[in-house]
């Protein structure tokens, strides 16, 4: 299960071998094989953790890339031994198991491996002598081998291999294999046959599996201590059979599953109190029943009135179910999922699985979530009705066990749908001071892998949904390329869900603000210019102005800040077009005019940009913006922003007629005057390093002093941020000499000294007077 423990120093060293097996363990040979150092040497304890952590990272990290030879390094028993290992899926094929042979294995579990053929069952044979526990389960062609039907040239090409089922196998010579599953064996396989050279087996699961005839389970009546039957169709001789099982009598652990599930085909068999009893009866040391899915044919429970006096007991003689109050102890756990039984006041187990509240809805997710996933999605989606109507009081251990199944069914889309509708609802703020950083950044891991896997939109929406419960981008950051990647191509499918879009592009924009140039820049070259002006484009196209529009323009404003590259590339996919197409659509939206003008401000701050932003067309617009009362000051102060370092530039760069620059600066003068220095903000700066250039310099006034009164309107609304901010960057000394200089404007030298006061003060106040 997800673990909220630090991670052991093995795992750790487990994790990065794996990750860089060529500059710890390995070297290539011809560039494309591993082969393993020859002065290393690798117990059990360790090979095993290698090889299994190998199959769990394949499976659940997209970023991990595996090595077709990866197996071949432990192909020699002399440098490396391998004990317990389990397989799963597509990861393992023919050849992989092959390249272990040799080895003495103890513990083999395959699942789900179906891409493994016969040839695997005569590997199989080579662990013979040391194999105690074997699963099976679910690997679908493991009996069928390729057979070429016609043997000549011309009908190989035709048709070159059908699969032929193998009948003639059988566990002959596995002498000390005791623990066997064969779940959703393949129809055709003769089980009798199979098992028959078994002496001695413990355990055995024939999931799934139909036999009409299990006569031959009595030949280990004597010591089978664990049966498991799930899904198959029973009948009475089915019990009789059972109840014959001697060792299910005696044994000290013992445990019967004869559950079902009730929704995937109709089932003859009832359950009876005859046959609880029987079990009762027969079975006198039996730890663990499961019955889930079970149809009670007539009423096991005690009467109504009976029931419902005194406390909750898990005492036998007090049991609700009447064939129990002949149970020597209470069970260890009991299945009664999906059951009438599991919502009776006394049940004598421990531990129950059932629907009836979030203890056992727990159990039941905990019981079934390695084989079992049409169980366990039923099991999760009752989970997450407690969780959005109720309050998860086990929350840890919900958490673990619904990351568990998302990483076990990865391709599952029933698990992936209800397992990340769950996660919205365990990871939203009510539990967020109850969670680790290590189990947050489980839960955004299976996330991403449920994005990955599926384009399905109810796991879109629930994924993106679930990602909005996090601190971003800082909780994202850890996986940040990867995160962007997905929402980009969310955001580029042709068909859209407007709902799973919307959420998107906020989260787009959540994870380019406030980040560093870096991430920006790799994002931008993911496409994500291209992307934004794209839904832009689209919603122009229908006229529409609403979150998505917004969205977009303010995360074009937030990764174009202080990031060249990305503004240029907003200018050569015709930014400016839909700049301009917006305003004349939307005159009234103030939010979007703001978010393209603070866009429009990055994009004047690159000097290598400003010629293609100097067309009557353009300046007209900024300057007729200056006059904007939109959003406060923030339309007209991005505007007279933009101006500003174009008037930097000097009057040689001014190359147009109209409108002429003198006028632009009035113009630009008249606007600075007229807003309330006061005026709170909707602006983040990171740094102030674009204002400050504009400082140091006497051939634009109008941009020093639109850059002091800038500097003047942070301190004095938002000191505790910004003082600090412009004495960390030298903004004091920049502006004592602007002060000195003749060409500065008296009323900009004024502010200037008030800027410099405030952070004074600021500093006085927050002094350490401690001793």
Same mark, same amino acid.
């Given at each position: 299960?997800?673990?909220?423990?630090?991670?052991?120093?093995?795992?750790?060293?487990?994790?990065?071998?794996?990750?860089?097996?060529?500059?710890?363990?390995?070297?290539?040979?011809?560039?494309?094989?591993?082969?393993?150092?020859?002065?290393?040497?690798?117990?059990?304890?360790?090979?095993?953790?290698?090889?299994?952590?190998?199959?769990?990272?394949?499976?659940?990290?997209?970023?991990?890339?595996?090595?077709?030879?990866?197996?071949?390094?432990?192909?020699?028993?002399?440098?490396?031994?391998?004990?317990?290992?389990?397989?799963?899926?597509?990861?393992?094929?023919?050849?992989?198991?092959?390249?272990?042979?040799?080895?003495?294995?103890?513990?083999?579990?395959?699942?789900?491996?179906?891409?493994?053929?016969?040839?695997?069952?005569?590997?199989?044979?080579?662990?013979?002598?040391?194999?105690?526990?074997?699963?099976?389960?679910?690997?679908?062609?493991?009996?069928?081998?390729?057979?070429?039907?016609?043997?000549?040239?011309? #009908?190989?090409?035709?048709?070159?291999?059908?699969?032929?089922?193998?009948? #003639?196998?059988?566990?002959?010579?596995?002498?000390?294999?005791?623990?066997?599953?064969?779940?959703?064996?393949?129809?055709?396989?003769?089980?009798?046959?199979?098992?028959?050279?078994?002496?001695?087996?413990?355990?055995?699961?024939?999931?799934?599996?139909?036999?009409?005839?299990? =006569?031959?389970?009595?030949?280990?009546?004597?010591?089978?201590?664990?049966?498991?039957?799930?899904?198959?169709?029973?009948?009475?001789?089915?019990?009789?059979?059972?109840?014959?099982?001697?060792?299910?009598?005696? =044994?000290?652990?013992?445990?019967?599953?004869?559950?079902?599930?009730?929704?995937?085909?109709?089932?003859?068999?009832?359950?009876?109190?005859?046959?609880?009893?029987?079990?009762?009866?027969?079975?006198?040391?039996?730890?663990?029943?499961?019955?889930?899915?079970?149809?009670?044919?007539?009423?096991?429970?005690?009467?109504?009135?009976?029931?419902?006096?005194?406390?909750?007991?898990?005492?036998?003689?007090?049991?609700?179910?009447?064939?129990?109050?002949?149970?020597?102890?209470?069970?260890?756990?009991?299945?009664?999922?999906?059951?009438?039984?599991?919502?009776?006041?006394?049940?004598?187990?421990?531990?129950?699985? =059932?629907?009836?509240?979030?203890?056992?809805?727990?159990?039941?997710?905990?019981?079934?979530?390695?084989?079992?996933?049409?169980?366990?999605?039923?099991?999760?989606?009752?989970?997450?009705?407690?969780?959005?109507?109720?309050?998860?009081?086990?929350?840890?251990?919900?958490?673990?066990?619904?990351?568990?199944?998302?990483?076990?069914?990865? #391709?599952?889309?029933?698990?992936?749908?209800?397992?990340?509708?769950?996660?919205?609802?365990?990871?939203?703020?009510?539990?967020?001071?109850?969670?680790?950083?290590?189990?947050?950044?489980?839960?955004?891991?299976?996330?991403?892998?449920?994005?990955?896997?599926?384009?399905?939109?109810?796991?879109?929406?629930?994924?993106?949904?679930?990602?909005?419960?996090?601190?971003?981008?800082?909780?994202?950051?850890?996986?940040?390329?990867?995160?962007?990647?997905?929402?980009?191509?969310?955001?580029?499918?042709?068909?859209?869900?407007?709902?799973?879009?919307?959420?998107?592009?906020?989260?787009?924009?959540?994870?380019?603000?406030?980040?560093?140039?870096?991430?920006?820049?790799?994002?931008?070259?993911?496409?994500?210019?291209?992307?934004?002006?794209?839904?832009?484009?689209?919603?122009?196209?229908?006229?529409?102005?609403?979150?998505?529009?917004?969205?977009?323009?303010?995360?074009?404003?937030?990764?174009?800040?202080?990031?060249?590259?990305?503004?240029?590339?907003?200018?050569?996919?015709?930014?400016?077009?839909?700049?301009?197409?917006?305003?004349?659509?939307?005159?009234?939206?103030?939010?979007?005019?703001?978010?393209?003008?603070?866009?429009?401000?990055?994009?004047?701050?690159?000097?290598?940009?400003?010629?293609?932003?100097?067309?009557?067309?353009?300046?007209?617009?900024?300057?007729?913006?200056?006059?904007?009362?939109?959003?406060?000051?923030?339309?007209?102060?991005?505007?007279?922003?933009?101006?500003?370092?174009?008037?930097?530039?000097?009057?040689?760069?001014?190359?147009?007629?109209?409108?002429?620059?003198?006028?632009?600066?009035?113009?630009?003068?008249?606007?600075?005057?007229?807003?309330?220095?006061?005026?709170?903000?909707?602006?983040?700066?990171?740094?102030?390093?674009?204002?400050?250039?504009?400082?140091?310099?006497?051939?634009?006034?109008?941009?020093?002093?639109?850059?002091?009164?800038?500097?003047?309107?942070?301190?004095?609304?938002?000191?505790?941020?910004?003082?600090?901010?412009?004495?960390?960057? =030298?903004?004091?000394?920049?502006?004592?000499?602007?002060?000195?200089?003749?060409?500065?404007?008296?009323?900009?030298?004024?502010?200037?000294?008030?800027?410099?006061?405030?952070?004074?003060?600021?500093?006085?106040?927050?002094? #350490?007077?401690?001793?």
């Amino acid at each position: 299960m997800a673990s909220d423990s630090p991670e052991s120093l093995m795992t750790l060293c487990t994790d990065f071998c794996l990750r860089n097996l060529e500059g710890t363990l390995c070297y290539l040979l011809d560039n494309e094989t591993l082969r393993l150092h020859p002065d290393i040497f690798l117990p059990s304890e360790i090979c095993d953790k290698l090889v299994n952590e190998y199959v769990e990272l394949v499976k659940t990290d997209s970023i991990f890339e595996p090595h077709e030879s990866f197996f071949t390094l432990f192909s020699d028993p002399r440098s490396t031994r391998l004990a317990r290992i389990h397989l799963r899926e597509q990861i393992v094929q023919d050849q992989d198991l092959e390249a272990i042979r040799k080895q003495d294995l103890v513990e083999l579990y395959l699942t789900n491996c179906e891409k493994l053929t016969a040839k695997s069952l005569q590997t199989l044979v080579s662990f013979s002598h040391t194999l105690i526990s074997l699963s099976l389960f679910g690997c679908c062609n493991i009996f069928y081998e390729e057979e070429n039907p016609g043997g000549c040239e011309d #009908d190989c090409l035709v048709n070159p291999t059908r699969q032929v089922l193998v009948k #003639d196998f059988t566990f002959e010579g596995f002498s000390r294999l005791r623990f066997l599953n064969l779940g959703r064996l393949i129809e055709g396989v003769n089980v009798e046959t199979l098992l028959r050279p078994l002496a001695s087996l413990a355990a055995l699961d024939l999931s799934g599996i139909q036999l009409n005839d299990v =006569g031959f389970l009595t030949q280990w009546k004597d010591s089978l201590v664990s049966l498991v039957l799930y899904n198959m169709d029973l009948s009475e001789e089915h019990i009789q059979v059972i109840a014959q099982l001697h060792k299910l009598r005696s =044994g000290p652990h013992l445990h019967l599953d004869i559950s079902r599930d009730h929704l995937s085909s109709y089932y003859k068999f009832k359950l009876t109190r005859r046959v609880l009893n029987l079990f009762v009866e027969n079975l006198l040391n039996l730890t663990s029943l499961d019955i889930s899915g079970h149809t009670m044919l007539e009423n096991c429970t005690i009467p109504s009135m009976e029931e419902k006096m005194g406390q909750t007991s898990i005492e036998p003689a007090k049991s609700s179910i009447a064939p129990f109050r002949g149970l020597k102890r209470p069970l260890q756990f009991l299945g009664l999922f999906e059951t009438s039984l599991c919502r009776l006041t006394h049940i004598p187990a421990y531990k129950v699985s =059932g629907d009836k509240n979030e203890e056992q809805v727990l159990n039941a997710i905990e019981a079934y979530t390695e084989h079992r996933p049409e169980i366990t999605s039923r099991a999760i989606n009752l989970l997450f009705d407690i969780a959005r109507i109720e309050r998860c009081s086990q929350l840890l251990r919900a958490l673990q066990l619904v990351i568990t199944a998302l990483k076990c069914h990865k #391709d599952d889309k029933n698990i992936q749908v209800t397992g990340s509708a769950a996660l919205f609802y365990l990871t939203n703020s009510e539990y967020r001071m109850e969670q680790s950083v290590k189990l947050r950044r489980q839960v955004i891991q299976v996330v991403l892998n449920g994005m990955e896997s599926y384009q399905e939109v109810t796991v879109q929406r629930n994924c993106c949904l679930t990602l909005c419960n996090f601190s971003i981008p800082e909780e994202l950051e850890f996986q940040y390329r990867r995160v962007n990647e997905l929402l980009l191509n969310i955001l580029n499918q042709s068909r859209q869900d407007e709902s799973i879009q919307r959420i998107a592009v906020h989260l787009c924009n959540a994870l380019v603000c406030q980040v560093d140039n870096d991430h920006k820049e790799a994002v931008g070259k993911m496409g994500f210019v291209m992307t934004m002006l794209k839904l832009i484009q689209k919603k122009l196209a229908d006229k529409t102005c609403d979150q998505v529009m917004e969205f977009s323009w303010s995360a074009l404003w937030n990764i174009t800040d202080e990031t060249p590259d990305n503004c240029e590339m907003f200018l050569n996919y015709s930014g400016m077009k839909l700049f301009l197409e917006c305003l004349k659509e939307f005159p009234e939206k103030q939010e979007l005019h703001r978010n393209m003008l603070g866009l429009l401000g990055n994009v004047a701050e690159v000097k290598e940009l400003r010629p293609q932003l100097m067309t009557s067309q353009f300046i007209s617009v900024f300057s007729n913006l200056l006059e904007s009362k939109a959003d406060g000051i923030e339309v007209s102060y991005n505007a007279c922003g933009v101006l500003s370092h174009i008037m930097f530039d000097g009057p040689e760069a001014w190359g147009i007629c109209e409108p002429h620059r003198e006028e632009v600066v009035k113009r630009m003068w008249a606007a600075i005057q007229s807003w309330d220095i006061n005026s709170r903000r909707n602006i983040n700066y990171r740094s102030f390093e674009p204002i400050l250039r504009l400082l140091p310099q006497g051939i634009s006034p109008v941009s020093q002093h639109w850059a002091t009164w800038a500097l003047y309107n942070l301190v004095s609304v938002y000191p505790d941020k910004y003082c600090p901010l412009l004495i960390k960057e =030298g903004g004091i000394p920049l502006l004592k000499d602007m002060i000195k200089m003749a060409s500065a404007r008296q009323e900009t030298k004024e502010m200037a000294w008030k800027v410099i006061e405030h952070c004074s003060n600021f500093k006085e106040e927050n002094m #350490d007077t401690s001793r």
